[in-house]
């Protein structure tokens, strides 16, 4: 396979190997006679992607002696190509054109930068031959189907930081929404939740089949709509109920690009063979008071007796002792309020009589 990219097609190219490097640590090239696909899925095979650039992205598209029969797929590790598109600014400016060859004897894929002043930079890289990678999803099956421009979603998504690592998607004939998710075993008093809705009329086209609401990861995702806001691409989003794979997609005449999340299992939803469990709220233990019993009227009497007593030994103590019976023997703190009077009018009395200084 040969294959020549000149001007902004070199920049796609890097920036499809960027958006393919948030899915899985290797990335396999595919030549095909409907164009060239770059795919890649993670370890745990719950994210796929694929890029597929049609023969008119390339200024010389050529499978070679091989054309019409099978071709070798490629894999390589994305760590290995990847440093080569790292600064898609720099190759903007100074690179003018890119080849990139298959030589199957040699199991080498050879990549050229042809630089401005006559500079070239030549890449051999080793690979192993793979099956073809291809995500089994029919989205024409899925009953929700959106379609947004990439910035819109783009502007949604850039509200959710960067360790944000799933997103609810909620979708309801009057409104679309996205929020963050965190499972049950995260400190509650940490966590900040974010969740931003959206008419249907914000989306070019809007099919719904059933409520529902999916999450997915959101790293795989980053990487397609920034190439695709890149592009002014919009972006399609395809899926059903909760479990099953939500597919988002870019199309246009020389290029598609597609990723397909798994998403997690609703474990609050409940089928017609099992019903919803209601909420048991368990009853408060009362606070245990002193079991009352009954008093004899004896009993009663001397009671009132004993308080009326010491109600009448403290009125002694502060105010003298009202009866002689229960005055005798005490100490006086206060005088009763009519002797107080009678004090104050003898003092007056002697300063009457003093002569005057």
């Known amino acids: ?129 793979s099956e073809a990678l291809q995500a089994v999803f029919a989205s024409h099956l899925c009953p929700n189907v959106l379609k ?22 909620s979708i309801t004939p009057l409104r679309v929404s996205l929020r963050n998710y965190f499972d049950g075993g995260n400190d509650h008093m940490k966590i900040m939740y974010t969740e931003m809705s959206l008419h249907p009329d914000e989306f070019d086209y ?8 999916i999450t997915f990861c959101l790293k795989e995702l980053r990487g397609l709509l920034s190439f695709a806001e890149s592009h002014c691409l919009p972006v399609s989003v395809h899926f059903g109920a909760a479990g099953k794979p939500v597919c988002f997609s870019v199309e246009d005449m020389i290029l598609e690009a597609s990723v397909v999340l798994s998403t997690l299992i609703d474990s609050e939803s409940r089928g017609p063979s099992q019903p919803a469990e209601t909420l048991t709220v368990a009853p408060r233990t009362p606070t245990r008071c002193a079991d009352v019993v009954p008093e004899s009227p004896g009993e009663a009497d001397c009671r009132k007796a004993a308080v009326l007593a010491g109600m009448e030994l ?44």
């Open 148 to 169: 947004a421009p990439a910035r819109l979603l783009g502007e949604m998504v850039m509200h959710f930081p960067v360790s944000q690592e799933e997103i609810t998607l």
């Open 206 to 213: 809007f099919q719904i089949g059933v409520e529902s609401d």
């Open 1 to 129: 396979m040969n294959c020549v990219l000149e001007g902004n097609a070199v920049k796609a190219f890097g920036k499809a190997i960027h958006s393919l490097s948030r899915i899985g640590d290797e990335l396999c090239l595919d030549p095909m006679s409907k164009g060239l696909a770059l795919r890649s899925v993670n370890s745990a095979h719950s994210a796929y992607a694929c890029f597929l650039f049609s023969p008119m992205f390339f200024q010389k598209y050529n499978l070679g002696p091989e054309q019409g029969s099978e071709t070798v797929q490629c894999k390589l590790l994305m760590k290995s190509i990847l440093p080569l598109f790292r600064c898609l600014a720099s190759i903007e400016r100074n690179v003018e054109r890119c080849q990139i060859q298959i030589n199957t004897p040699n199991d080498r894929v050879k990549i050229q930068f042809f630089c401005r002043h006559g500079i070239s930079k030549t890449h051999n890289l080793c690979f192993q031959e």
């Open 314 to 357: 403290i009125c002694s103590l502060l105010f003298r002792a009202m009866s002689p019976e229960l005055g005798e023997g005490l100490p006086v703190l206060a005088c009763c309020s009519d002797e107080e009077e009678a004090e104050e009018e003898d003092v007056m009395m002697m300063m009457r009589r003093s002569p005057t200084l």
